[in-house]
């Protein structure tokens, strides 16, 4: 991902401390936002990653689900490049200014499910609640 560019300077996370987490399974589905359309996967970071690793790929959906989602988001009001991410056990909401900023979310995402649990003989692929906020002012 050569495209990406040099990051924000601004990186502000915080888990919830619950221990609640999000759970993708096969039936977790991307919601694009409007202005991409559901044609539109140029940035959908995760769907290869799922295809590769574990075999099944997330499905693109036009509507929101009621759970179980990853919903990519226009918000104009952030500055270039910079993102907002929201994990909560029923949904990840990934806003951003931009196709750069929706990557670079996803990406950081991806890291977090490095760290996979083990559970009996399936893995499990889960991010923890909290919200993540990368170079994120108004403009």
Known sequence: MD???APPSAVHGEIDGNGQYF???ADTRYVLDEGFGVRDTSSLVLKSLFQ?????ELKVEAHRPKQNYIWLKINPSLKEGAYLLSVTSNCIVVESSSGEGLVRAQEDLAQL???RVEEEEEMTWKV???EVKEGYTKI
């Open 3 to 5: 495209n990406i560019g």
């Open 113 to 115: 499910l490095s760290n």
């Open 128 to 130: 923890p609640v909290m």
């Open 52 to 56: 590769k690793a574990a075999g099944w």
């Open 23 to 25: 759970e993708f399974t």
